[in-house]
C-alpha cells in the first residue's frame, strides 16, 4: 500500500508529461445567437448553412484579427453577438457577424437587431470562414 501511492503520481506525471495546454478563444456562448437566413439582401446566392464547435473557435480568432488589423478599439468579447451563416454559391461558408454591447430587444436571439447610430456599441462584418477572410467591417456612426 505505501508504494502505492508514488507509483499513482508516477504514472499521473508520465501521462500530463510533454502534453500541452492549447489556448483556445475564450467568448461567451450565451451572448451568441445563430439567426436563420431568410434570403435577406444581407447575402445573394446562398443557403443556409451551420457552424460547427471547430468552426466557431476559427471565426473567433477571424474576428479578432480583423478589429486588431482595423485599429478599432473595441473589446469583442463584451459584445452579443447574431451570426447568420451560409454557403455561398461557391461551396464557401460565409458568417454575417452583428455585434452589440447591450439588449434591450428581448428578441435578439431570434430577429436581426437593426441600429442607427450608437457608435462602435454596433457594428457588423462578414467573414469568409473558407477564405479565412473578413470584409464590410461597419462600425456605427454617432449621433
Known sequence: MKNLLPFLLLVISLQSF???????????????AFIYYDQSRIFKN?????????ELLEVEKILKKCIAESKISINVNKYYRQYIVVKN????????????????????????????????????????????????????GEA
Not at 18 to 32: C, L, V
Not at 97 to 126: A, P, R
Request: a positive charge; hydrophobic letters at 30%; aromatic letters at 10%.
Open 18 to 32: 510533454g502534453q500541452t495546454k492549447s489556448k483556445k478563444p475564450h467568448f461567451d456562448k450565451s451572448k451568441i
Open 46 to 54: 446562398a443557403t443556409q448553412a451551420n457552424l460547427n464547435e471547430i
Open 89 to 140: 454559391d461557391k461551396g464557401e461558408k460565409e458568417i454575417w457577424l452583428n455585434c452589440f454591447c447591450n439588449v434591450s430587444n428581448l428578441n435578439w436571439k431570434k430577429e436581426v437587431i437593426h441600429v442607427s447610430d450608437g457608435g462602435n456599441c454596433y457594428f457588423n462584418l462578414k467573414i469568409n470562414l473558407s477564405l479565412k477572410t473578413c470584409y464590410n467591417l461597419i462600425v456605427n
